[in-house]
């Protein structure tokens, strides 16, 4: 289950936006604010210590869970393997799925996110209620470009998709899942994503204590 720190770093900060989109909004407009909430909460000294890291870790999943359409997500990450994965299993993926992804970007950016910065180039209307928002991902010297696929529900935009320097990261998922699951039931795909948050847990606590 690996990511790259800039690919969750992208997803997070993205995601972390959501709470006060209004439903007006366009793509790259329903994006903006919320971001810099994110990175304030990122940069805050408030959290350095590492017993603050669960708070920060908290605050950051709590407007996480609004702009990012996870199950739409782990659909495209299971692509028509979704189908092999029952009512329960998929809710239950999902949930793993998108705690998953906030553990791991946590976990990778400990101490790494001073100067940090996203700037937005652009959006792009896509076929029917989909659309991209072009940013750039700045951090010291490096700058890395990130495009965001985002799709209209209830007349709010949502991401499905996170592509950084090109690679997208349903996609990265995809082929994971796809490798395990040519050789492993849903069952024990399910039970890995356990394990592995509950590593990702226990290695967090260890750090707290």
Do not use: C
Request: proline share 4%; glycine share 6%.
């Amino acid at each position: 289950m690996k990511l790259t720190l800039t690919g969750i770093l992208a997803v997070m900060v993205l995601a972390a936006v959501a709470g006060a989109q209004e439903v007006s909004a366009g793509p790259m407009e329903a994006l903006k604010g919320p971001v810099n909430t994110v990175l304030q909460i990122l940069q805050d000294p408030q959290y350095d210590p590492p017993e603050q890291r669960q708070l920060q870790r908290d605050r950051i999943w709590d407007v996480t869970r609004g702009i990012f359409d996870f199950t739409e997500m782990a659909k495209r990450s299971l692509a028509l393997n979704w189908r092999a994965f029952t009512p329960r299993q998929r809710k239950e993926f999902t949930e793993l799925f998108s705690e998953l992804t906030a553990h791991s970007y946590l976990e990778q950016i400990k101490g790494t996110y001073t100067g940090l910065a996203v700037e937005f180039l652009g959006e792009e209307m896509l076929a029917g209620d989909k659309a991209m928002v072009k940013t750039k991902v700045r951090r010291e010297e490096v700058e890395t470009p990130v495009d965001y696929r985002m799709l209209q529900e209830g007349g709010r935009w949502l991401v499905y998709d996170v592509n950084i320097e090109g690679v997208s990261l349903v996609q990265n998922y995809r082929t994971q899942f796809r490798e395990i699951l040519a050789k492993e039931t849903p069952e024990q795909l399910i039970q890995k994503l356990k394990d592995k948050l509950q590593e990702q847990k226990e290695e967090l606590a260890e750090v707290a204590s």
